[in-house]
C-alpha cells in the first residue's frame, strides 16, 4: 500500500534528515508533503531530492508559516483534496529564541506556543475533521520541555505543553489503530540548536541523522513495539 508522509520544518536539520531516511529508501512510502516556509535552504533541498530520486517518489512542498494558524486550516483542507489522507505526520518544525524573563516579547512567546504547540495541534485537528485518520502521528518536543533551563522559558513551556498534549492524543487516537509517539531530542546539531547554544562545537553533540533514524524506526514494523509516552533519544 502506498503511503503519505506530512513533515513540518522539512527545510532543513531533524526534519530534512527524516525525509532524506524515507525518500531514498525502497519502502510503502510513496508521497512526500513537505512544509516549511519559502527559503534558499528549503529550496536547495527540494532540489536535491528532485535530482536522486530513484524510486521515483513523488514530492509536495508546501510554503507556509505555521505561527498563522488560518493558513493551516487552509492548507490542510487542500492536502485532503489533493492528496485524500496523510498515513504518517511528524510534527517537526519548532522555534525558540531565548532571553532572560524580563527580555520575554510576549507577541514573541505567542509565537513559539503557535509554531511549537498549537500548529501540530492545528494540523491533527484539521485532518481528523476531514475524515483523516493517522496510521502513525510522531511529535518532536524537546528534552527542554521535560526540564527547564534558564534563558529558555518560552521554548521548555511549549514542549512541555507539546509532551504532556502528546499523552492525549496518543490516548484518544488509539480507537482509530493510530500511534502517537513524542521524542525528545537532546542536543542535536542543527541552526535552532545553534541559536540555543551558540558557543558550542556541533561535532561534539548528535547528528540530525541519528534522530532522523529513530524516526524511521518508528514508522517501521519494530516501531509498533514502541510503547512510549515520551521517548527520549540523545548521546
Ligand atoms: N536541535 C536540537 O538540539 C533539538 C533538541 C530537541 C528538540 N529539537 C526540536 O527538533 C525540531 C526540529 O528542529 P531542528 O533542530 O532540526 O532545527 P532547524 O534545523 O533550525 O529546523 C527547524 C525547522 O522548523 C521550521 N520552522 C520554524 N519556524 C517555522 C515557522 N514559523 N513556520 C514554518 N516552519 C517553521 C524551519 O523551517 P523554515 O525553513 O521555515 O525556517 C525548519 O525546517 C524542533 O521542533 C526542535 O524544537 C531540536
Known sequence: MSKSLMVTGASKGIGAAAVERFFHTDNDVTDFILLARESQSFSDFLDKLSADNPHGKRVHPHFIDLADRARIVGLMKDV??????????????????????????????????????????????????SGNTFELIVNVASTAGMNGRPGWLTYSASKAALIT???????????????????????????????LA?????????????????????????????????LVVRM
Open 165 to 195: 498534549m502528546s499523552e492525549v492524543m496518543k490516548d484518544e487516537l488509539a480507537i482509530y489503530g493510530t500511534r502517537v509517539v513524542c521524542i525528545s531530542p537532546g542536543r542535536c546539531a542543527t541552526d535552532l540548536r545553534k541559536t
Open 198 to 230: 551558540p558557543d558550542e562545537d556541533p561535532s561534539t553533540i548528535m547528528q540530525p541523522e541519528h534522530v532522523a533514524g529513530v524516526i524511521e524506526m518508528l514508522a517501521s514494523d519494530l516501531g509498533r513495539f514502541v510503547d512510549s509516552r515520551n
Open 80 to 129: 485532503m483534496s489533493e492528496h485524500g489522507k496523510v498515513d504518517i505526520l511528524l510534527n517537526n518544525a519548532g522555534y525558540t529564541s531565548p532571553c532572560a524573563i524580563q527580555q520575554v516579547q510576549f507577541s514573541d512567546f505567542e509565537r513559539t506556543i503557535g509554531v511549537n504547540l498549537y500548529a501540530p495541534f492545528t494540523i491533527v485537528q484539521e485532518l481528523l475533521h
